[in-house]
């Protein structure tokens, strides 16, 4: 079975890897989207999908990577086009994991297999928290995996952030 789950990881955190590791127990290949990969420079939306796409391959180890493939999602005007451009990019899922009730409206309007993925320390485990928290100097690095530490690391989160 192959699976597909999307997440703007902005920046990728431990509740994404988490989700990640779940959904590789339930499938033998996962497709991950990133989404909103048009976007970045943001306050939503800060960091570059090609270093979010770093941020996820340097957080999972050598085992997992074989299992996965990651594509970028951008986002488009419509939401009901969405989901038939992810068809597009992704060449096949028969499972799609989220903890999005959009997302699960969307893709149930299509018929598509959900899985739910159980979101854990939600309020602490957000992007929006930890962008906070970076542009405020607390404690960060806590939420997050190395990889994606060494990433933000290299391009200085706290200016990224307060530039915007």
């Known amino acids: 079975m192959i699976g597909f789950l999307i997440g703007r990881f902005q920046p990728f955190h431990l509740g994404h890897l988490e989700a990640i590791k779940f959904a590789l127990s339930k499938v033998e290949h996962l497709h991950v989207g990133i989404g909103s990969s048009n976007k970045s420079h943001e306050k939503r939306n800060p960091f570059t999908a090609d270093e979010r796409k770093k941020m996820i391959l340097s957080s999972i180890d050598d085992k997992l990577k074989k299992n996965l493939s990651i594509h970028y999602i951008p986002d488009v005007d419509d ?4 989901t038939h451009l992810v068809d597009e990019l992704i060449p096949e899922y028969d499972v799609v994991f989220s903890n999005d009730d959009f997302t699960h409206e969307l893709y149930g309007k299509r018929g598509k297999s959900i899985i739910p993925v159980e ?4 309020s602490d485990l957000s992007g929006t928290n930890i962008r906070n928290l970076i542009s405020t100097d607390q404690d960060w690095k806590q939420f997050l995996p190395s990889g994606t530490i060494d990433v933000l690391s290299e391009i200085d989160p706290k ?3 307060s530039d915007l």
């Open 79 to 82: 939401h009901s086009k969405w």
């Open 119 to 122: 979101l854990k320390s939600r």
């Open 159 to 161: 200016k990224r952030l």
